[in-house]
C-alpha cells in the first residue's frame, strides 16, 4: 500500500526503528534518521517532562541541517512513541510539546487514540498504533489512525504471540492503510519478508540495542550480541503485561527464569524472589531476533548493512 507522504522518498530501506523505553535517546534517533530509516522513542524517555521540548527541538534541528548539507541522502522522518492511558499523568503535556513541534508520525501504545489522532491530524501528521490482535486493531481503525503496528510472536517488550503470517493477514483485509510488522526482525532481509506478507515497513528494535548511539548499558549491549532466541523468557511477572525479556538479566536479578511466578497485577510484585530488579532498567527486553545480533556498530554502519542484505535478497528473489 502506499506510505504516507512524509515516508515517501525518505526511506533507505522500509524500517522503523522501535521506540524503546530508556534505550531510545536523542542520538540514536537523529543517528536512525540520518541514515534513512525512522527513529524514534518514547516520550516519557524525556525526563522531566520540560526535557521532551529540548529533545524534539534538538532532532529536527540536527536532522534539518544534515538534509541541507547532503541533499542527494534519504533523511527520514522522525517518531514519537505515546502511552495512551490514564496512568500516563504526562500525556496532555507530552501532546501538546509534540503537537507545537508537528511531530510527524506519533506512534500510540495500549487506549485507542481518538483524542491523538485528532491532534496529530490537524497540523498533517500520522499516527501509528500498536496492537497484539485483531480486536485492538479493529479499535484502532475505527478511531482513524493512519497505520496498525503489528507486535507479533518473538517480538521485545510487550508483544503478542500470534504469528505474523496471521494477523499482518488478518489486519489487511479489513485496513487499506500502512501496516508495520514487529517480531524478531534484525536483518534487512527480514524487512523483505515483511513485505512479501503484506507488511509495509518493518519495525525494529532489539538489533538497535546493540548500537554505539543506543542508551544501554555495556552488559546489556554484550548480553543481546551473546544470546540466542533461547535465552528469551516471555512473562507478564515484571510489568503484568506480558513481554520479552533477556534470561540472563533476570538470572542476574536473582531469580531462576525458568521458574517465575505469574504477575501478581495488584501489586506488581517479583513473587518469593524478593528481587528490587526494575523491569527495563535491571530487567532487560529483547525479541527472539538476537540470535542474528553479532556485533555492537554504529548505526550508519548497521542500517548500511541492512540495506546491502535487503536489495541483496531482493536481487536473488528476481532471479
Not at 153 to 179: N, Q
Request: charged letters at 20%; aromatic letters at 6%; proline letters at 6%.
Amino acid at each position: 500500500m502506499p506510505l504516507p507522504a512524509c515516508l515517501e522518498g525518505n526511506l533507505r530501506i522500509p524500517v522503523i526503528g522501535a521506540p524503546m523505553f530508556i534505550v531510545s535517546g536523542p542520538e540514536l534517533v537523529i543517528a536512525q534518521c540520518k541514515a534513512g530509516i525512522v527513529g524514534s522513542f518514547p516520550a516519557l524517555n524525556a525526563r522531566p517532562q520540560e526535557a521532551l521540548d529540548q529533545w524534539l527541538k534538538q532532532i529536527k534541528e540536527e536532522l534539518s541541517a544534515y538534509a541541507e548539507e547532503n541533499p542527494d541522502q534519504p533523511v527520514a522522518p522522525y517518531a514519537v512513541n505515546q502511552i495512551v492511558h490514564m496512568s500516563n499523568e504526562r500525556l496532555m503535556a507530552d501532546m501538546e510539546t509534540c503537537v507545537k513541534h508537528e511531530v510527524p508520525i506519533i506512534i500510540t501504545s495500549l487506549r485507542p487514540p481518538a483524542e491523538v489522532v485528532e491532534a496529530v491530524h490537524s497540523y498533517g501528521g500520522v499516527v501509528f498504533h500498536d496492537v497484539i490482535n485483531l480486536r485492538h486493531a479493529t479499535k484502532a481503525i475505527e478511531q482513524g489512525v493512519d497505520g496498525i503496528i503489528t507486535v507479533c510472536a518473538g517480538a521485545g517488550g510487550h508483544a503478542g504471540t500470534t504469528s505474523p503470517f496471521a494477523l499482518v493477514k488478518e489486519v489487511r483485509e479489513m485496513f487499506d492503510g500502512t501496516i508495520i510488522l514487529s517480531g524478531s526482525m534484525s536483518m534487512g532481509n527480514d524487512a523483505l519478508a515483511a513485505e512479501a506478507i503484506g507488511a509495509d515497513l518493518a519495525y525494529i528494535g532489539t538489533r538497535f540495542i546493540a548500537t554505539k548511539e543506543a542508551n544501554a548499558p555495556a552488559g546489556y549491549k554484550e548480553m543481546i550480541v551473546e544470546s540466542k532466541s533461547a535465552d528469551i523468557v516471555y512473562t507478564s511477572l515484571f510489568t503484568g503485561v506480558n513481554g520479552s525479556y533477556l534470561k540472563g538479566s533476570v538470572e542476574n536479578a536473582g531469580m531462576d527464569p525458568d521458574k517465575l511466578a505469574e504477575a501478581n497485577k495488584n501489586t506488581m510484585d517479583f513473587g518469593s524472589s524478593g528481587s528490587e530488579a526494575k523491569a527495563w532498567k535491571d530487567i532487560w527486553g529483547a525479541g527472539q531476533g538476537v540470535g542474528s545480533c553479532h556485533d555492537i556498530p554504529g548505526v550508519p554502519e548497521l542500517v548500511f548493512r541492512m540495506e546491502s542484505e535487503y536489495r541483496g535478497a531482493r536481487d536473488r528473489l528476481a532471479g
